[in-house]
């Protein structure tokens, strides 16, 4: 046997018997089971049993084994190979009982159908082999060193022993570590509270935490507004105008072309329009519904550290619960005194504010639409954004104001487009509604775990008197392993 097994598979907390037969010429320090226990470094974990003592000839040499006491000719233990076990050894006699039959093969086939009877009738036996055996016998019994009921006795002692040293402690730890652990899940999913104001106020704070949130260079919510002026208009509007005919130059027209020339324009700069338009509330509603429908989650920061932090991303970007990673027993604590609020628990609430934000972009999209076709249906009809010249021999000079137009039309997106402040205050009237069953679902799962480890806790604590003041000590340590 592998020392490696011994340790992967018990974990170092094993006890062992050694088994020593009596017979013959006994000596402890030849025997193959001592040889492992040697080899492995057991000697503290193992009870040594004498057995077949009722073929020995010197019970003086088992005596002085088993005592550590010279014979009476003064020969000491080390004289027979004595080895020193930690927790001593046991003299034993288990022959088959015969009682009652006339044949041993007769009595092994009872005993075998019987074999709590057996037990029992050898119990018997021993006890009035070593209580009625020679004086070096009775000595060992009467020393509580014969016999299966005393290596019985000495494992029940050791047994307490390694439960109320080493067991417990490191069972109580597992213990407490799980009950925290399950109170951690349950205290992620967020507040729960019968009274609905309490709820909905985290509500709307979390609401405010993600579009409201201000970073460096201003709320989150303000740079997805800059973005759509920066990015979204430039890439749709603004270098698409450029390459319409005829904006942002002077050209000479025929007049027969004149009237087909305008219409061209207006057709390209309408569909340049109406591919902006397309995009605009998906543009909002796709962002905001990523915002208040982002999960919040547990992320590992250093796995070596066993630091973490609650985060919710979204836009690319990362809202952090703590200003930095810290301990997972520190999240523990301040998770319980603050746990994050779930937008997406409330499905009733969420979709509220996004239907009023839904509809406060289709009356953006409507305004703009309006607003926009009108500039673009006068653009024949002259200034500000078309002058047209005739210029004699037949030819009209055509000049279409490219920036002027387009300065329009980024002013109408502007004036029309729902301010960052208006999109926050969507939340205004929207009830809460009731929270998702199966996050409903997984609380009172979590919530029964928690009493069942609770009632774990609490047997062991009573079963090997331990305080509350202890169990606060542990959890003291675990923080600090941590």
């Known amino acids: 046997v592998a020392r490696g097994w011994h340790d992967q598979s018990t974990g170092g907390h094993a006890m062992y018997l050694a088994i020593v037969p009596a017979s013959g010429d006994v000596r402890p320090n030849t025997n193959s089971a001592m040889a492992f226990v040697e080899m492995e470094d057991l000697k503290d974990r193992t009870f040594g049993v004498f057995t077949k003592c009722d073929q020995v000839s010197e019970s003086d040499i088992i005596r002085c084994l088993i005592t550590g006491e010279d014979t009476p000719s003064g020969d000491s233990p080390a004289d027979f190979g004595a080895v020193h076990l930690e927790k001593g050894w046991v003299a034993s006699m288990l022959k088959v009982p ?36 020679g004086d070096d016998l009775k000595n060992l019994h009467e020393r509580c060193s014969a016999g299966i009921g005393a290596l019985v006795l000495r494992l029940e002692k050791e047994y307490s022993k390694y439960l109320s040293t080493t067991w417990k402690t490191q069972a109580l730890k597992r213990v407490i570590s799980a009950f925290d ?3 951690f899940q349950l205290n992620l999913l967020g507040l729960e509270d019968q009274n609905e104001d309490n709820i909905r106020t985290a509500a709307v704070a979390e609401v405010e935490r993600r579009l409201g949130c201000t970073m460096d260079d201003g709320p989150w919510i303000d740079e997805l507004y800059s973005n759509f002026f920066d990015t979204f208009l430039e890439e749709k509007v603004v270098e698409k105008l450029d390459s319409v005919e005829g904006l942002g130059i002077t050209m000479e027209v025929e007049p027969y072309e004149l009237k087909g020339f305008l219409a061209d324009m207006q057709t390209q700069i309408l569909a340049i329009v109406d591919d902006a338009l397309a995009s605009y509330k998906s543009y909002w509603m796709d962002s905001l519904e990523e915002a208040l429908t982002a999960e919040t989650k547990v992320v590992v920061t250093n796995a070596g550290t066993s630091t973490i932090n609650i985060v919710t991303s979204f836009w690319s970007r990362t809202l952090e619960h703590f200003a930095r990673p810290i301990a997972r027993r520190k ?12 937008l997406a ?17 289709e009356d953006a999209h409507a305004a703009i639409s309006e607003k926009i076709y009108g500039v673009i249906e006068a653009i024949d009809k002259g200034m500000p954004y078309l002058e047209v010249h005739y210029q004699g021999g037949g030819c009209f000079k055509v000049s279409a104001f490219h920036r002027i137009l387009l300065s329009k039309v980024v002013e109408i997106f502007a004036i029309h487009t729902p301010t960052p402040t208006a999109i926050r205050a969507q939340h205004d009237g929207v009830p809460i509604g009731v929270e998702n069953n199966d996050v ?33 000590a542990l959890r003291a340590e675990l923080d600090i392993g941590d």
Not at 103 to 126: F, I
Not at 331 to 342: C, D, L, N, Q, S
Not at 349 to 355: K, Q, S, Y
Not at 458 to 469: H, L
């Open 98 to 133: 015969q009682s009652g039959f006339s044949k041993t093969a007769d009595a092994q086939r009872y005993y075998e159908a019987h074999p709590m009877e057996r037990l029992y009738e050898q119990k018997r036996q021993e006890t009035r082999f070593f209580s009625s055996g």
């Open 440 to 472: 409903a679902a997984e609380r009172r799962e979590l919530q029964n775990d928690l009493v069942k480890v609770k009632q774990a806790q609490d047997g062991m604590c009573a079963a090997f008197g331990v305080t509350e003041e202890e169990i606060a």
């Open 181 to 183: 652990e399950k109170e």
């Open 345 to 361: 628990v409330y499905p009733t609430f969420v979709e509220g504010i996004l239907a009023k934000q839904r509809q406060l972009f």
């Open 331 to 342: 999240v523990y604590t301040e998770v319980k005194k603050a746990p994050p609020f779930h």
